[in-house]
């Protein structure tokens, strides 16, 4: 019944759709740890947070409008906190940023163990349907997910090459020094690329609650998943956690659907042991000072 | 009181698994608070010379005057499995010290209630902490086959009367059956355990097949410690049906994607998925909803006995078909709908069906303590051997120690009227009735209340 | 570019005559070190004899510090030979290198901060053996206290790198470099940032060294001071050999008051 | 050199321009830990003047760069354009017109020449004709306007590294070291600049281990020895003095 | 050092004079003793009372298992620290090392029957040989990559675990393999506290002889120490492997005891990884000493907080319920006040209070090895340092 043509279609098209979000999830990541120079251990309890914050929206009865506004302001909110209460203080030592965003992670999945429990939740849901493709059906949701992504992703490219403040952000990431010689302050810059990093998390939380449901540890594999695209793409570079995104998400999802479904999340880790083993500044990094 | 003291001696010296210091749960119920009212000599005495294996035994006679019910339970605060076990066992002790019968000479009935927050470790922790700490007469609770599994030692060490009520794993019962000495302590009160679990699910597919027209089912399992032996009885039975298996899959424990599984499911044509899930039921049954997959849904699904679990998952779990040890609105004894609409009032809610094998448990353990006239472990074990004890979900009574399944409660299957001993199950269905759901039970015939409705898009 | 045009020159001018491993205690035969595309070091070749004080000159850039990595094993050269005490030693690493018997001082002096002298000069009298009850009883000190006094640190023995001047650091960077008690020693630009009586000191102390037996490379990007010091000079600039001779040569050679001094400096 | 009088007398008996003192720096102590890398160091730059200041390496040269332009904290007072900026930090102090152009360069390596240029006058805006001085006082600039600043010469990115600090319209301009390692074909185009640039009306700053390169543009030089001045004076006047011509002339 | 061994041995016996000791020694003395007399003083009137009252459960027999699960954790900590602590390259994913032992001496325990004191030193072997496989590739990629490739070791390690639950079993594990000692309270207490001191004992001695030194030296600089003719190489694959192999036998050991079973969640989750790092950071990183009592520490704390019976009034939660959650607060909030680690502080305080503050230099020479509190600027801070250095090549570095 289904040809291998009909197979490899329905492959490509979810992989594209996934990785779209892959892509929004790793770029917040990536614009943290390319500008600031911090690792920001606790992404995957951000995007853990945007899907809680739309769940207790939708418990709160403030309709979807105030589920997506949740999900995008508490996690975007949240990240600006914590630049400006903890990681900023620390931008020198970036193993104690480490260590304290992760135990911050910890705190977040740990608050919602204690008040909502290990089970998972299911959360308003954004669009319902379906849509048939290739002679496969696909549900509407993650077409929407495709394409909102895409515009974020695609918004935040016209945002950081066309306008002062963005071109801003890429002067810290390519030098902290040089972008005070020419009168830019990193830490305002950092500050908005937590908010942004937030936000976007927050988007992806609300996206893979609606699709998969949301749990307290969601946020860990999306985590990893954030590390592996950085990794593969290269640090700082937004085009490069597109790519990196793809080449995972087309990974994953053929593993998932042409082995077992059972390596779920398998792929990322290998792709990045290899990666750091082989290429460690990634596919797209700058290459090291030498 | 036992102590075979004679058996341990200093703990170092000691090789063997099963002896070791000695211990058993009413001596040691020098919790701290206690202690230090005793305060003295001898009970500090009492507490290092237990640990060489050689101290006096209490007497063994008669009720005390206080007697603690040790409870485990999955995050009782928000996990509604939890909380079922939980509250029943407050609902049960306040029965225990309203009643003048049971326990009479017991002054107070105290619960004790701690989290295992379904991890192992967490489980024999808290387990320790209400025999040791706290000197608990018995326990009672434990949902996670994982942590009943982790407790079996323990139990044997504390020589403690336990009554699962929650975890379905026969391998607590082979060790009853195989050490029984050692493990005798252990009872399941229900539900009946994963092998008869599986057996149900096909004797169900056998006695409504016709109604519910699966054909063909595709068997999705999660990869849990409880799925083995309900995945096996199914493999062993459902040959007997005229109902093809297109598909078998054991799931990985964690799945939050049942996309590509439930691709699978489609390319086998099956006409319905034939579940057991317990932990990752939630993502599997929204997904399967939201993308409208263009199978039946039926089973285990332990979640979608949460009476709460329409309005939880908006609707999502519409259509899907679980077994059940019982629903508020099933007469299967005369006991349960008294007991449900009890928890009702005092909680405003539903109990989930830990709640009725809980307050079951401990009534029955009361009953039993209270024919012999002691809380004495052994004489309760013995008694609980013999005990047929009418409860919320049906007949208690255990299989005996030759039994492969030594003290788990006796499965046994009827269609239109009530069995003398043992449990049957419930199948039930939501179903929307006024914009809310209803759990309707489709069997068995005695307390059925709705036909099956396949959902529309199938 | 006109610079790479004169590089060529310049490398075709000055052919060095073949090097042989028993040339010198240390000898190097068309050493050649790029850098992704850029070429660092240029078919170098030179030999170092035993007991001489040899100066290694070159404008900042001109390649001297590779040229020492190279031999000293922190980078692999991309092509040429290394030869030690007439061995071949191309590539080995550089703690292998310092067993030979060749030890060096870093430019950017690198002492371990979160030790006091005396320790950071015990670090270099250590074993290379992992598992070792030596040190529960400090039982280097009393040479490693010898060898600072030697280098003139015997009053500053517990303060910390951090607390040293400048002069102290590159003292401490010699300490060191003794420790291991090395045949050849290569001095990574000593004088730089020292004062006048300063480098007088230090440059007695190298004296000294080689009237004991040992054998000195100096490295410096300029040669206030260094004239006086050394027996012999080399000089290459963008990576290849200028000149080669006494310091009394190099002075006059026009090819390094053309490349060296002619733009302007000093 | 006196230290510890007022930074205004100073500079009234100091200043051999008739610019007025846009820069003053009094007795300012900076150490890195225990290390004292500044000892009480006193400069003082009319508005339009060149100064310099040499010394070997490690003698605090760019210390003293980075205390001026607000990457160091230090003791004593630095005062520019009549503010105190102990506690100002370098961005604004670029809004202010006092760039650096730091020894390492600081470029944005993976941007374009332009780009480069272009986030010079992130605090500035409207820039055309400041490009256009830019791309004509270094012509290689503009034939090189795509390219990547990483993969230039050393020269070049000297030369983008003083093109960008223009581009912010600077009145002070702290040159730190910008002859280090150039070939000497280069060295006369960023000396031409240089000059050009004084022309212009901007105060500069060059601190500078090439002393005959300082000499040559200075209009006064302080020399520092281990964090401290030891000689000040006009290029003649130190021509003369022994001790340098001793210790950085070859002599 | 070979002038005469009579001095060296009045040294060393002048060294192990309790008197002698300075103040924190002997209060680390009397802490060891009071641990091993704890059983015996536990049935003496009074005292008895007093330490049952200190013990973090409310019953001695509990307490004493509570503390065996605390030594071994400290034992796995101090493990974290002879790697991460001593040589920089920090882990974030220790649980590994404490797996990969507990689940090989299980599997060959249960799965080939041998002895589980046969089968614990198999997953010691299998641990050191894990320790090679992360050590090699530290060699290559360092600071924050190494931590990622660390960080997520253990989670292919369970992803591996998960996909062949037939052989690993999964999220669940292993069961319940045969115990070393027995169940009894005082024999697992001492079998606990005696791999616990030995293991002490061993990283004390190595990380205070010149190995100690020379890892150190590697945090500060490698280039110094290949410089001083040492194999940098050399000391940090061995510095993975010692860390790997005392990680797998605090593993190893603890899951044959009552207290531990071979479960993911119990040997790898990424909360032990969590944990172990806390312990080390807030007890002092580079001291052993301070991994052994952070360890201890953060084992402990939520079982202190578990007794807790206060139900915190508006959330309607009790202390004991949130116990993990408050013990990350806890954390949040002393790493925000401590970061160079609540043992150097204290150390520090202590010899304030002492007025010993920066005097006895001699003493400090005959002191040997490189004790962490005359050392000039502190490991958390050299760490940081390297970290940022690699930071700067990534990110800094166009300008060459």
């Given at each position: 019944?289904?040809?291998?043509?009909?197979?490899?279609?329905?492959i490509?098209v979810?992989?594209?759709?996934?990785?779209?979000?892959?892509?929004?999830?790793?770029?917040?990541?990536?614009?943290?740890?390319?500008?600031?120079?911090?690792?920001?251990?606790?992404?995957?309890?951000?995007?853990?947070?945007?899907a809680?914050?739309?769940?207790?929206?939708?418990?709160?009865?403030?309709?979807?409008?105030?589920?997506?506004?949740?999900?995008?302001?508490?996690?975007?909110?949240?990240?600006?906190?914590?630049?400006?209460?903890?990681?900023?203080?620390?931008?020198?030592?970036?193993?104690?940023?480490?260590?304290?965003?992760?135990?911050?992670?910890?705190?977040?999945?740990?608050?919602?163990?204690?008040?909502?429990?290990?089970?998972?939740?299911?959360?308003?849901?954004?669009?319902?349907?379906?849509?048939?493709?290739?002679?496969?059906?696909?549900q509407?949701?993650?077409?929407?997910?495709?394409?909102?992504s895409?515009?974020?992703?695609?918004?935040?490219?016209?945002?950081?090459?066309?306008?002062?403040?963005?071109k801003?952000?890429?002067?810290?990431?390519?030098?902290?020094?040089?972008?005070?010689?020419?009168?830019?302050?990193?830490?305002?810059?950092?500050?908005?690329?937590?908010?942004?990093?937030?936000?976007?998390?927050?988007?992806?939380?609300?996206?893979?609650?609606?699709?998969?449901?949301?749990?307290?540890?969601?946020?860990?594999?999306?985590?990893?998943?954030?590390?592996?695209?950085?990794?593969?793409?290269?640090?700082?570079?937004?085009?490069?956690s597109?790519?990196?995104?793809?080449?995972?998400?087309?990974?994953?999802?053929?593993?998932?659907?042409?082995?077992?479904?059972s390596?779920?999340?398998?792929?990322?880790?290998?792709?990045?042991?290899?990666?750091?083993?082989?290429?460690?500044?990634?596919l797209?990094?700058?290459?090291?000072?030498? | 009181?036992?102590?075979?003291?004679?058996?341990?001696?200093?703990?170092?010296?000691?090789?063997?698994?099963?002896?070791?210091?000695?211990?058993?749960?009413?001596?040691?119920?020098?919790?701290?608070?206690?202690?230090?009212?005793?305060a003295?000599?001898?009970?500090?005495?009492?507490g290092?010379?237990?640990?060489?294996?050689?101290?006096?035994?209490?007497?063994?006679?008669?009720?005390?005057?206080?007697?603690?019910?040790?409870?485990?339970?999955?995050?009782?605060?928000?996990?509604?499995?939890?909380?079922?076990?939980?509250?029943?066992?407050?609902?049960?002790?306040?029965?225990?010290?309203?009643?003048?019968?049971?326990?009479?000479?017991?002054?107070?009935?105290?619960?004790?209630?701690?989290?295992?927050?379904?991890?192992?470790?967490?489980?024999?922790?808290?387990?320790?902490?209400?025999?040791?700490?706290?000197?608990?007469?018995?326990?009672?609770g434990?949902?996670?086959?994982?942590?009943?599994?982790?407790?079996?030692?323990?139990i044997?060490?504390?020589?403690?009367?336990?009554?699962?009520?929650?975890?379905?794993?026969?391998?607590?019962?082979?060790?009853?059956?195989?050490?029984?000495?050692?493990?005798?302590?252990?009872?399941?009160?229900?539900?009946?355990?994963?092998?008869?679990?599986?057996?149900?699910?096909?004797?169900?597919?056998?006695?409504?097949?016709?109604?519910?027209?699966?054909?063909?089912?595709?068997?999705?399992?999660?990869?849990?410690?409880?799925?083995?032996?309900?995945?096996?009885?199914?493999?062993?039975?459902?040959?007997?049906?005229?109902?093809?298996?297109?598909?078998?899959?054991?799931?990985?424990?964690?799945t939050?994607?049942?996309?590509?599984?439930?691709?699978?499911?489609?390319?086998?044509?099956?006409?319905?998925?034939?579940?057991?899930?317990?932990?990752?039921?939630?993502?599997?049954?929204?997904?399967?909803?939201r993308?409208?997959?263009?199978?039946?849904?039926?089973?285990?699904?332990?979640?979608?006995?949460?009476?709460?679990?329409?309005?939880?998952?908006?609707?999502?779990?519409?259509?899907?078909v679980?077994?059940?040890?019982?629903?508020?609105?099933?007469?299967?004894?005369?006991?349960?709908?008294?007991?449900?609409?009890?928890?009702?009032?005092?909680?405003?809610?539903?109990?989930?069906?830990?709640?009725?094998?809980?307050?079951?448990?401990?009534?029955?353990?009361?009953?039993?303590?209270?024919?012999?006239?002691?809380?004495?472990?052994?004489?309760?074990?013995?008694?609980?051997?013999?005990?047929?004890?009418?409860?919320?979900?049906?007949?208690?009574?255990?299989?005996?120690?030759?039994?492969?399944?030594?003290?788990?409660?006796?499965?046994?299957?009827?269609?239109?009227?009530?069995?003398?001993?043992?449990?049957?199950?419930?199948?039930?269905?939501?179903?929307?009735?006024?914009?809310?759901?209803?759990?309707?039970?489709?069997?068995?015939?005695?307390?059925?209340?709705?036909?099956?409705?396949?959902?529309?898009?199938? | 570019?006109?610079?790479?045009?004169?590089?060529?020159?310049?490398?075709?001018?000055?052919?060095?005559?073949?090097?042989?491993?028993?040339?010198?205690?240390?000898a190097?035969?068309?050493?050649?070190?790029?850098?992704?595309?850029?070429?660092?070091?240029?078919?170098?070749?030179?030999?170092?004899?035993e007991?001489?004080?040899?100066?290694?000159?070159?404008?900042?850039?001109?390649?001297?510090?590779?040229?020492?990595?190279c031999?000293?094993?922190?980078?692999?050269?991309?092509?040429?030979?290394?030869?030690y005490?007439?061995?071949?030693?191309?590539?080995?690493p550089?703690?292998?290198?310092?067993?030979?018997?060749?030890?060096?001082?870093?430019?950017?002096?690198?002492?371990?901060?979160?030790r006091?002298?005396?320790?950071?000069?015990?670090?270099?009298?250590?074993?290379?053996?992992?598992?070792?009850?030596?040190?529960?009883?400090?039982?280097?000190?009393?040479?490693?206290?010898?060898?600072?006094?030697?280098?003139?640190?015997?009053?500053?023995?517990?303060?910390?790198?951090?607390?040293?001047?400048?002069?102290g650091?590159?003292?401490?960077?010699?300490?060191?470099?003794?420790?291991?008690?090395?045949?050849?020693?290569?001095?990574?630009?000593?004088?730089?940032?020292?004062?006048?009586?300063?480098?007088?000191?230090?440059?007695?102390?190298?004296?000294?060294?080689?009237?004991?037996?040992?054998?000195?490379?100096?490295v410096?990007?300029?040669?206030?001071?260094?004239?006086?010091l050394?027996d012999?000079?080399?000089?290459?600039?963008?990576?290849?050999?200028?000149?080669?001779?006494?310091?009394?040569?190099?002075?006059?050679?026009?090819?390094?008051?053309?490349?060296?001094?002619?733009?302007?400096?000093? | 050199?006196?230290?510890?009088?007022?930074?205004?007398?100073?500079?009234?008996?100091?200043s051999?321009?008739?610019?007025?003192?846009?820069?003053?720096?009094?007795?300012?102590?900076?150490?890195?830990?225990?290390?004292?890398?500044?000892?009480?160091?006193?400069?003082?730059?009319?508005?339009?003047?060149?100064?310099?200041?040499?010394?070997?390496?490690?003698?605090?040269?760019s210390?003293?760069?980075?205390?001026?332009?607000?990457?160091l904290p230090?003791?004593?007072?630095?005062?520019?354009?009549?503010?105190e900026?102990?506690?100002?930090?370098?961005?604004s102090?670029?809004?202010r017109?006092?760039?650096?152009?730091?020894?390492?360069?600081?470029?944005?390596?993976?941007?374009?020449?332009?780009?480069?240029?272009?986030?010079?006058?992130?605090?500035?805006?409207?820039?055309?004709?400041?490009?256009?001085?830019?791309?004509?006082?270094?012509?290689?600039?503009?034939?090189?306007?795509?390219?990547?600043?990483?993969?230039?010469?050393?020269?070049?990115?000297?030369?983008?590294?003083?093109?960008?600090?223009?581009?912010?319209?600077?009145?002070?301009l702290?040159?730190?070291?910008?002859?280090?390692?150039?070939?000497?074909?280069?060295?006369?185009?960023?000396?031409?600049?240089?000059?050009?640039?004084?022309?212009?009306?901007?105060?500069?700053?060059?601190?500078?281990?090439?002393?005959?390169?300082?000499?040559?543009?200075?209009?006064?030089?302080?020399?520092?020895?281990?964090?401290?001045?030891?000689?000040?004076?006009?290029?003649?006047?130190?021509?003369d003095?022994?001790?340098?011509?001793?210790?950085?002339?070859?002599? | 050092?070979?002038?005469?061994?009579?001095?060296?041995?009045?040294?060393?016996?002048?060294?192990?004079?309790?008197?002698?000791?300075?103040?924190?020694?002997?209060?680390?003395?009397?802490?060891?003793a009071?641990?091993?007399?704890?059983?015996?003083?536990?049935?003496?009137?009074?005292?008895?009372?007093?330490?049952?009252?200190?013990?973090?459960?409310?019953?001695?027999?509990?307490?004493?298992?509570?503390?065996?699960?605390?030594?071994?954790?400290?034992?796995?900590?101090?493990?974290?620290?002879?790697?991460?602590?001593?040589?920089?390259?920090?882990?974030?994913?220790?649980?590994?090392?404490?797996?990969?032992?507990?689940?090989?001496?299980?599997?060959?325990?249960?799965?080939?029957?041998?002895?589980?004191?046969?089968?614990?030193?198999?997953?010691?072997?299998?641990?050191?040989?894990?320790?090679?496989?992360?050590?090699?590739?530290?060699?290559?990629?360092?600071?924050?990559?190494?931590?990622?490739?660390?960080?997520?070791?253990?989670?292919?390690?369970?992803?591996?675990?998960?996909?062949?639950?037939?052989?690993?079993?999964?999220?669940?594990?292993?069961?319940?393999?045969?115990?070393?000692?027995?169940?009894?309270?005082?024999?697992?207490?001492?079998?606990?506290?005696?791999?616990?001191?030995?293991?002490?004992?061993?990283?004390?001695?190595?990380?205070?002889?010149?190995?100690?030194?020379?890892?150190?030296?590697?945090?500060?600089?490698?280039?110094?120490?290949?410089?001083?003719?040492?194999?940098?190489?050399?000391f940090?694959?061995?510095?993975?492997?010692?860390?790997?192999?005392?990680?797998?036998?605090?593993?190893?050991?603890?899951?044959?005891?009552?207290?531990?079973?071979?479960?993911?969640?119990?040997?790898?989750?990424?909360?032990?990884?969590?944990?172990?790092?806390?312990?080390?950071?807030?007890?002092?990183?580079?001291?052993?000493?301070?991994?052994?009592?952070?360890?201890?520490?953060?084992?402990?704390?939520?079982?202190?907080?578990?007794?807790?019976?206060?139900?915190?009034?508006?959330?309607?939660?009790?202390?004991?319920?949130?116990?993990?959650?408050?013990?990350?607060?806890?954390?949040?909030?002393?790493?925000?006040?401590?970061?160079?680690?609540?043992?150097?502080?204290?150390?520090?305080?202590?010899?304030?209070?002492?007025?010993?503050?920066?005097?006895?230099?001699?003493?400090?020479?005959?002191?040997?090895?490189?004790?962490?509190?005359?050392?000039?600027?502190?490991?958390?801070?050299?760490?940081?340092?390297r970290?940022?250095?690699?930071?700067?090549?990534?990110?800094?570095?166009?300008?060459?």
């Amino acid at each position: 019944m289904a040809s291998t043509l009909s197979v490899a279609l329905t492959i490509i098209v979810q992989a594209a759709m996934i990785s779209a979000l892959y892509a929004l999830i790793a770029i917040g990541f990536t614009l943290i740890f390319g500008v600031g120079g911090v690792l920001n251990l606790a992404h995957g309890a951000t995007i853990t947070m945007g899907a809680f914050s739309a769940y207790y929206a939708g418990q709160l009865g403030l309709g979807l409008p105030g589920a997506v506004l949740a999900s995008v302001a508490v996690p975007a909110i949240f990240a600006g906190l914590l630049y400006l209460g903890m990681v900023k203080r620390l931008e020198e030592e970036p193993i104690m940023v480490m260590i304290t965003t992760l135990v911050v992670s910890v705190v977040i999945e740990q608050a919602i163990v204690v008040f909502e429990g290990t089970t998972s939740r299911s959360i308003p849901q954004l669009i319902e349907g379906q849509f048939s493709l290739a002679g496969a059906t696909f549900q509407n949701l993650l077409g929407v997910m495709f394409v909102v992504s895409w515009i974020i992703i695609g918004l935040l490219f016209l945002f950081v090459n066309y306008t002062k403040t963005g071109k801003g952000i890429l002067a810290v990431s390519m030098s902290h020094k040089g972008a005070s010689l020419v009168g830019i302050q990193s830490s305002r810059i950092n500050l908005i690329t937590w908010i942004i990093a937030g936000a976007f998390a927050g988007i992806a939380g609300l996206f893979l609650g609606s699709w998969l449901t949301a749990d307290f540890a969601m946020g860990q594999a999306q985590l990893v998943l954030s590390f592996s695209i950085v990794v593969v793409g290269g640090i700082g570079s937004i085009r490069g956690s597109v790519v990196g995104a793809y080449l995972i998400g087309f990974l994953e999802i053929a593993t998932t659907n042409l082995i077992s479904s059972s390596l779920q999340g398998l792929a990322p880790l290998v792709v990045l042991v290899v990666v750091l083993l082989v290429k460690p500044e990634g596919l797209f990094g700058r290459e090291f000072a030498e | 009181m036992v102590n075979d003291g004679s058996s341990g001696s200093a703990g170092a010296a000691n090789g063997s698994k099963n002896t070791g210091d000695e211990y058993n749960g009413n001596r040691s119920k020098l919790n701290r608070r206690r202690f230090i009212q005793a305060a003295g000599v001898g009970a500090a005495a009492t507490g290092f010379a237990g640990c060489l294996g050689g101290g006096p035994g209490e007497s063994s006679e008669g009720i005390p005057s206080e007697v603690t019910l040790g409870v485990l339970a999955p995050a009782p605060e928000n996990n509604p499995i939890g909380a079922a076990i939980a509250n029943s066992a407050e609902l049960a002790a306040e029965k225990l010290n309203n009643s003048s019968d049971l326990l009479g000479d017991a002054d107070s009935v105290s619960v004790s209630i701690k989290n295992t927050q379904e991890s192992p470790s967490t489980g024999r922790q808290r387990y320790r902490e209400l025999t040791l700490d706290e000197g608990a007469n018995m326990t009672t609770g434990v949902f996670t086959s994982e942590v009943l599994l982790q407790l079996m030692d323990p139990i044997s060490q504390q020589q403690t009367v336990h009554m699962t009520s929650g975890a379905a794993s026969p391998k607590a019962s082979n060790q009853v059956n195989e050490e029984y000495d050692k493990y005798k302590y252990h009872f399941r009160a229900g539900p009946i355990n994963g092998y008869h679990l599986g057996q149900n699910m096909v004797d169900f597919l056998e006695a409504k097949g016709n109604d519910l027209g699966w054909e063909s089912v595709a068997l999705l399992v999660e990869n849990y410690e409880w799925t083995n032996p309900v995945q096996q009885a199914i493999d062993d039975h459902i040959g007997d049906l005229d109902v093809d298996v297109v598909m078998e899959e054991r799931y990985a424990s964690g799945t939050s994607n049942f996309g590509p599984i439930y691709d699978s499911v489609e390319e086998s044509g099956a006409d319905a998925a034939f579940v057991a899930m317990a932990h990752t039921g939630t993502p599997a049954v929204v997904q399967w909803a939201r993308d409208q997959r263009p199978f039946e849904f039926g089973g285990i699904h332990v979640l979608t006995q949460l009476p709460a679990y329409y309005s939880q998952t908006g609707g999502a779990c519409r259509f899907t078909v679980s077994q059940n040890t019982a629903t508020p609105q099933s007469e299967l004894t005369d006991k349960t709908l008294q007991y449900a609409q009890d928890y009702n009032s005092a909680y405003g809610g539903f109990p989930v069906y830990t709640g009725y094998i809980t307050h079951d448990a401990i009534m029955q353990w009361a009953t039993v303590a209270t024919e012999r006239g002691t809380v004495n472990a052994d004489e309760v074990v013995s008694g609980l051997e013999e005990s047929s004890y009418t409860g919320t979900a049906g007949s208690l009574d255990y299989y005996g120690k030759d039994h492969e399944y030594a003290h788990d409660i006796k499965y046994n299957f009827r269609t239109d009227s009530p069995p003398e001993t043992g449990v049957n199950p419930v199948f039930q269905q939501w179903q929307e009735s006024d914009g809310s759901g209803t759990q309707e039970v489709l069997h068995p015939e005695y307390v059925s209340s709705a036909d099956y409705q396949a959902p529309p898009w199938v | 570019m006109s610079a790479d045009a004169a590089t060529d020159e310049l490398a075709t001018a000055t052919t060095a005559e073949d090097v042989r491993p028993d040339d010198g205690i240390l000898a190097v035969e068309s050493l050649r070190k790029e850098f992704g595309g850029l070429v660092a070091v240029d078919d170098l070749s030179f030999a170092v004899q035993e007991q001489e004080i040899l100066g290694f000159i070159g404008p900042n850039g001109a390649g001297k510090s590779t040229t020492f990595n190279c031999v000293t094993g922190t980078y692999p050269p991309t092509a040429g030979t290394v030869w030690y005490k007439g061995e071949q030693v191309t590539g080995t690493p550089p703690h292998k290198m310092v067993k030979r018997g060749m030890a060096r001082t870093f430019q950017s002096f690198a002492p371990l901060e979160d030790r006091t002298v005396l320790k950071n000069v015990a670090l270099s009298m250590m074993n290379d053996t992992l598992v070792t009850v030596e040190g529960l009883l400090g039982e280097f000190h009393d040479e490693a206290r010898a060898i600072c006094e030697r280098v003139g640190l015997d009053d500053r023995l517990y303060q910390t790198p951090a607390e040293l001047p400048h002069a102290g650091m590159l003292r401490l960077e010699l300490g060191r470099a003794l420790g291991t008690d090395p045949d050849l020693l290569l001095v990574d630009e000593p004088f730089a940032g020292l004062s006048g009586p300063e480098v007088e000191s230090v440059s007695d102390l190298l004296l000294d060294l080689r009237d004991e037996g040992m054998t000195l490379v100096v490295v410096d990007h300029n040669m206030r001071g260094l004239l006086q010091l050394i027996d012999r000079a080399i000089v290459i600039n963008f990576g290849s050999l200028l000149a080669n001779g006494s310091p009394d040569e190099i002075k006059n050679n026009p090819d390094v008051q053309e490349a060296y001094l002619g733009g302007g400096l000093e | 050199m006196s230290s510890g009088t007022g930074s205004e007398t100073e500079a009234a008996v100091d200043s051999r321009t008739s610019g007025e003192s846009i820069l003053s720096v009094d007795d300012v102590h900076v150490s890195y830990g225990k290390v004292q890398a500044l000892n009480g160091v006193d400069l003082d730059i009319g508005s339009g003047e060149l100064i310099s200041v040499i010394g070997p390496n490690g003698a605090g040269k760019s210390t003293l760069a980075n205390s001026i332009s607000g990457f160091l904290p230090y003791d004593g007072s630095i005062d520019y354009g009549g503010d105190e900026i102990e506690e100002v930090a370098p961005e604004s102090l670029v809004e202010r017109g006092l760039i650096q152009c730091t020894e390492k360069r600081d470029l944005f390596g993976f941007m374009s020449v332009e780009d480069n240029l272009d986030l010079g006058t992130y605090v500035r805006g409207d820039y055309a004709e400041r490009l256009e001085f830019v791309y004509d006082l270094f012509p290689t600039l503009e034939e090189r306007r795509d390219q990547h600043a990483h993969t230039m010469s050393g020269g070049e990115q000297q030369m983008l590294a003083i093109g960008r600090a223009l581009m912010s319209d600077p009145e002070l301009l702290v040159l730190d070291e910008p002859t280090l390692g150039l070939a000497p074909v280069i060295l006369d185009d960023i000396s031409e600049g240089i000059d050009r640039i004084q022309d212009e009306g901007v105060t500069i700053l060059l601190c500078e281990q090439n002393v005959t390169f300082a000499m040559n543009h200075a209009d006064r030089i302080n020399l520092l020895e281990n964090g401290e001045i030891v000689r000040q004076g006009s290029p003649d006047e130190l021509r003369d003095d022994d001790y340098i011509r001793e210790s950085y002339l070859g002599g | 050092m070979t002038d005469n061994d009579t001095s060296r041995l009045r040294l060393l016996l002048g060294r192990l004079n309790p008197l002698g000791l300075p103040l924190r020694q002997k209060i680390g003395v009397f802490g060891l003793a009071f641990l091993i007399a704890m059983p015996l003083l536990v049935s003496l009137p009074v005292v008895g009372r007093f330490v049952v009252m200190i013990l973090p459960a409310s019953s001695w027999e509990l307490g004493l298992y509570n503390l065996a699960a605390a030594l071994f954790f400290g034992m796995f900590a101090m493990s974290w620290d002879a790697v991460s602590g001593y040589t920089g390259e920090i882990s974030f994913g220790h649980g590994l090392f404490f797996a990969v032992g507990g689940y090989t001496s299980a599997m060959l325990n249960m799965g080939h029957g041998l002895s589980p004191w046969v089968s614990v030193l198999g997953g010691v072997l299998l641990a050191a040989v894990a320790g090679v496989m992360i050590g090699v590739p530290a060699l290559r990629i360092e600071g924050p990559y190494l931590s990622l490739v660390t960080l997520v070791a253990p989670l292919i390690l369970l992803q591996v675990f998960i996909y062949m639950s037939d052989i690993f079993g999964g999220e669940q594990g292993l069961g319940n393999p045969e115990n070393l000692v027995g169940l009894g309270f005082v024999s697992n207490y001492f079998l606990a506290l005696g791999l616990f001191l030995a293991v002490f004992v061993l990283l004390w001695a190595l990380t205070r002889s010149n190995t100690g030194s020379i890892l150190t030296a590697i945090r500060e600089d490698e280039n110094a120490v290949s410089a001083a003719g040492l194999s940098t190489a050399k000391f940090k694959i061995f510095a993975f492997v010692l860390s790997g192999a005392i990680g797998g036998l605090a593993g190893a050991a603890y899951v044959h005891t009552p207290v531990g079973s071979p479960t993911p969640s119990e040997l790898m989750s990424v909360i032990i990884n969590v944990e172990v790092i806390i312990a080390a950071v807030l007890g002092g990183m580079g001291t052993i000493v301070g991994a052994a009592l952070g360890g201890l520490f953060v084992a402990m704390l939520p079982d202190y907080l578990n007794l807790v019976e206060f139900t915190v009034p508006v959330i309607g939660k009790s202390i004991s319920e949130m116990s993990f959650f408050l013990f990350a607060i806890v954390t949040l909030f002393l790493l925000n006040i401590f970061p160079g680690g609540v043992l150097r502080w204290g150390i520090a305080l202590g010899r304030r209070a002492t007025g010993r503050d920066g005097g006895g230099k001699e003493g400090m020479a005959a002191d040997g090895g490189q004790s962490p509190e005359d050392a000039g600027t502190n490991p958390v801070a050299q760490t940081m340092e390297r970290y940022q250095e690699y930071y700067d090549n990534m990110f800094g570095g166009d300008d060459k």
